[in-house]
């Protein structure tokens, strides 16, 4: 059996047995959505205060605006009613550890799990590898803060998203756990309708 597996039925097996919340509303009773990363320090119910059934939380690797992240924002609003967004990325992220190009170039020489060492990232194990991730844009980060700023921005002016969301920027402190506020992002995430 696999690693994990086996860990994972029996805690969802004691889940189950006491499970109280199956009459939990399908929107979110706080009518909000958190985009972040999937970095697994990050636990948006504790460091927003969040229960079962109080918001969508979006994630992906650096928490970025990409096109799925969008449409799930976009469904999150027209279908499930949140009227406020979050776009939350973190300290120390591995999104900024790489480029677009350097990841390419380990998914040509092989698909097997590469390491990080002092003179950046290296793949260790046997090819072969595919150029198939020459067509993805990976979406790293060079620059913490403005990738926030980027992200809301393309949040907000993208055609399917209302005037009225307010959308607000975020960095989470993976050392303090605070929530550290980029006015610029949020400026340029204001409700403007």
């Given amino acids: 059996m696999p690693w994990e597996l086996d860990k994972v039925l029996k805690v969802n097996a004691a889940y ?17 959505a958190i985009l972040t990363c999937m970095d697994a320090r990050l636990d948006p ?10 918001a969508h ?3 992906n690797a650096g928490g970025r605006a990409s096109d799925d992240a969008i449409r799930s924002l976009v ?6 009613g949140t009227r406020e967004w979050f776009v ?21 020489g092989s698909l097997k799990t590469a390491a990080l060492d002092a003179k950046g990232w290296k793949d260790v194990g046997p090819g072969p590898g595919s150029h198939e991730g020459d067509y993805i ?31 607000h920027g975020f960095v989470y402190d993976v050392r303090t ?8 992002a949020t400026a340029e995430g204001r409700a403007c309708s």
């Fill in 177 to 184: 756990g605070k929530l550290i506020e980029i006015p610029e």
């Fill in 75 to 80: 469904i999150s609003y027209k279908l499930l």
């Fill in 57 to 59: 939380v979006i994630r």
């Fill in 45 to 54: 119910a504790k460091y927003a205060g969040l229960d079962e059934g109080d």
């Fill in 88 to 108: 939350i990325h973190h300290t120390d992220c591995g999104m900024e550890t790489f480029t677009d190009e350097v990841m390419r170039g380990l998914l040509r």
């Fill in 137 to 167: 844009d990976w979406l790293t980060i060079r620059d913490r803060n403005a990738s926030v700023v980027d992200d809301v921005r393309r949040i907000r002016n993208h055609a399917l998203v209302p005037g009225e969301i307010p959308i």
């Fill in 16 to 32: 189950a047995k006491s499970f109280t919340k199956g009459q939990l509303a399908l929107p979110p009773a706080r009518r909000m």
